[in-house]
């Protein structure tokens, strides 16, 4: 069985961060195998207990984490409400798609509202499932 290492970058709202810190925790503190492969899943998110301390501006901030999403194979992201407020989620799904990186929107809880912002630039949907997102982020992984 051979080990695909797949760096993942969580989009969040730090204001609600209970939906990063559960995909995180099922992501990667999961021994995870799809097929015939053994999956080591690497966070290049940018969580609240690591921010980026060394941007002093919106600029600097923005091209931080546009080096964390060009260095990522997926793009997960909560179709919570809140994204469609949120000016760095839009930002990160910008930065997805000037890296051509794919968008997996995760709906969390099944909630029948979901951020437009999200659901337009999705490739991939997923549920609030751990192995429907593991394999939803292998499949974009194999695109």
Known sequence: MSTKQIHVFISHSWAYS?????????????NWSVSQASLDLRDYSVPKD???????NDTQLKNAIYD?????????IPTGMY?????????EIEGADSYSKPILAVNPHGQEKKAGVVVDNADKFSGWNKQPIINAIWKLYNQ
């Not at 994204?83 to 930002?91: F, G, L, P, T, V």
Request: hydrophobic share 35%.
């Open 50 to 56: 690591d921010p980026i301390h060394d941007a002093s």
């Open 18 to 30: 209970t939906h990063y810190n559960t995909l995180s925790d099922w992501i990667f503190n999961g």
């Open 68 to 76: 964390k999403i060009s260095r990522s194979h997926v793009i997960v």
């Open 83 to 91: 994204a469609n407020y949120s000016k760095w989620i839009k930002k």
